[in-house]
Every structure is written in C-alpha cells, then in structure tokens.
C-alpha cells in the first residue's frame, strides 16, 4: 500500500527543522522524508495529526507497559498534579514505590531515583568504581546500556573494529569519546562463557563491575545462556568485583523481573522505563552495602547523587500506580499475548517461504528476516542482509497501521487483546508479502 498522506506532520517538521538539528532531539524516531508526528493515545493505539490510527506494538520503545489511558495511572497522575509535580524536599510517594521494588526483587535492599535508564548505569558504574576502589567495567559488545560514555562502547562495533573474538576492541560510539575512556572499558563476547572468562579473569584487580543485560535487544534479543550468567556471578565474587543487572528493559519480563525469571542475584540492579507508568524515571538498587556509597549522613557520601527532578511524585505516583496493575496475573497475559504473536508471524513466515524468526520472551518480541542460529551480537550482525529488510518490513507496517521498532523490537502492553495481536500479525502478513514480491 502507499503511505497515507500526512501534510500535517510535514508543516511541523518544517517547523522543527528551523530549531532543532535535523528537526529532531530523539534519533529513535526519525524519519524520512519527514517525522510524524502524535496527537494523542488510547489503549494500544496513537491517533497522528493527521488522523490515522497505528497500534503501537513498541510501547514507546518498551516503556508504556500499560498502553495509554490506564485510569489508575492517570487518577494517581492527577491526584500529584493538583498537589505539586515537585518539590525541594522528599514525598512519601518514592518511600512507597521503593518498599514495591524492594519486595518484588530479592536482591534489592535499598534504591535511588534517576530521570532515565542511562543516569541509572552512570550511577550503578560510579558506585561500583567507589566501593570496590577500581577503575574497570566489563560489558558485552553489542548491548546497549544508555549514551554514558563507558557503557555505549561497543554497542555498534563492526567486522572493521571490532577485533578478534577473544579479544573484542573497545569501539567508541561517539565521535570524540577519550582513549581513556575506552581504556577502561573491558568488552566481552555475550554468551560465550569459556572466552568471557578468560577476559574477564585477565583484567584481575583492576576490575569494578560486570554490566550485563540478560536479553540485550541490540545483541539480537537472545536469552543469556544458564551457565554463562553462573559464570558472571561465580568469576565476580572470586575477583572482588560487583554484578551490575540492566533491567532498564528486561524488568517486564516477570513479576520479579528478569532476575527471578533467569536465577541471578547482582549486586547492582539498574531500572527504568515500565516503572515509571509513563513518565521519565530510573533507579539504582542493590545490596544496602553497596548502596551505602551514596549515603549523605556520611559527609561527604563517596558517591553525591542528586538531581532536580530525581524522586519527583508525578514519576513516583505513576509508577506505584503502574507497579500494582502489573500483577501475575498481569505477566501470564502479557506471556500469552507474547506467544500468540510468535506463533502467528512463524505462520506467516511458513505460508510466504521467508526465513526468518522470532527471538525474546514475554512481552518483549524482535523479529528477524534470517534463519541463521543467533546467539550474540557477532552472529545478529552477520545477518545483514536480513537487518535491512526488517528495517523495510517496518517501514511497511508503519504504513499498514503497526509501530515497531527498525530493528524488529516489539513490545506488548496490558492494553492489548487477543484481537489486537491478530491484526498485528494479520498486517505482519501483508508487509511479508510485498517484501516477498
């Protein structure tokens, strides 16, 4: 089908190009030959400017767990609104949503507030370099953990940099990003436990932290192997360093995130995204030990952490709203939803002769035009060919009504039925078959 016709959008994107660079501030949503823009949500659903309807299967790139329009979320919104959006002093709103997260996650003690997932990993590096007294973090290449200079190294490594497999290159994302930076960044292959160790237990002393991700979309959306987050865990405690768990994305992936799903216990946990109920929010939490570096009774804390918006009650308030919808039985649906969909686009794969395949668990989904066995970011990477054809095949949903991410990200919401996923997979199907022609 041809785009539908969007001269509404067009006029704001002359507008933005006037006083924005490119017209843009959020690369995720670019687009040629000019942004679209949203006018409003509802449930699973953005109405655009100019009146078409999409279903967002992305979810604001993971974090709209609930779609749009939850009452609970906004009735809690409301009630912080009319009493203050901030303060210069402390609510019982971040008390409260603390005492939810420390409940739901074993590991986690005690917590601090961000305004995004990347404050969250800069945070949780901080920490880690102040309590065990060393400059080196450890991370898997390809996976993404927010724009902090250390953490985004290597998260777009290719074949020209990226090195040998036994020893990846620590590769800058950023035009301008210090040697030294780079210098203390220690990449290591996901998913390949017998070389990751070897990496990891070279760096000896010198080493803070392991940040992992245990489904990083960007290495594919590929579950971390059993034995291969054992080793983390096992090989940080014998060498003195922390375990620090992205779960910006992967705490929807259950009621005691990806932690109780996958069996690991860090040190550190990082958040963000879904535990927010739609405003921006991210936090720290760990072991009360460890936390203990951004205590301020003890003057001056090794770590200071503030933030003018961190803890604010509209993020606070929406986001125990959000956390109390998010039931088990709120996770059996979003499982089941996930699987329906899985199983209806290998349908359409079957009936159109594609390769492709489906990777992720839960709510969180990434399709792939290949059939080649993924296991890193490497093996994701070598796919190429299909990576530029997923990149088509959104574009061509965009058009037929379904938002998903370029890369083949999905994300489901409570929001959504049965019969939202079957029209979801139902335009998958149409899209398939223009790319097949």
Known sequence: MSAPATPNSEKLYARAREVMPGGNTRTTVFRKP???????????????????VRIDALGNFTSLIHGYGNRLIIEAATRQLEAGTCFGMPTESEIRLSEILCDRLPSVEQLRYTNSGTEAVMNAIKAARAYTGRPKIAKCEGAYHGTYDPAETSQDASPATWGDVDRPGSVPTAKGTPQGVLDDVVVIPFNNTPIAEAILRA??????????????NRAGLVPAKP?????????????????????????????HGAQGRFDVEPDL????????????????????????????????????????????????????????ELTPAAFEKLEAL????????????TRHGIKGQVTGLGSLRRVHLTDAPLSDYRSTFA???????????????FDEGVIIAGNGLMAFSTAMEDADIDEIVRAFDRALLSLAQ
């Open 34 to 52: 000019h942004q679209i823009y949203a006018q409003r949500g509802d449930g699973c659903r953005i109405t655009d400017v100019d009146g078409h």
């Open 227 to 255: 034995e291969y987050l054992a080793m983390l865990r096992r090989v940080t405690r014998e060498l003195g360093a922390l375990l620090i768990l992205d779960e910006v994305i992967t705490f929807r992936l259950g009621y």
């Open 383 to 397: 796919a190429a060919d299909g990576a530029t054809r997923v990149s088509a095949l959104a574009k061509v949903l």
């Open 269 to 324: 946990t990082t958040l963000g995204k879904i535990i927010g109920g739609g405003f921006a929010i991210g936090a720290i939490g760990g072991r009360a030990e460890v936390m203990s570096v951004f205590d301020p009774s003890k003057s001056p804390p090794a770590v200071p952490h503030g933030g003018t918006f961190s803890a604010n009650p509209m993020s606070m308030s929406a986001g125990i709203a959000a956390l109390e």
């Open 338 to 349: 996930g699987d329906r969909f899985d199983q209806g686009v290998r349908a359409c794969f």
């Open 203 to 216: 760096s000896g002393n010198s080493l803070a932290a392991v940040l992992v991700d245990v489904m990083p």
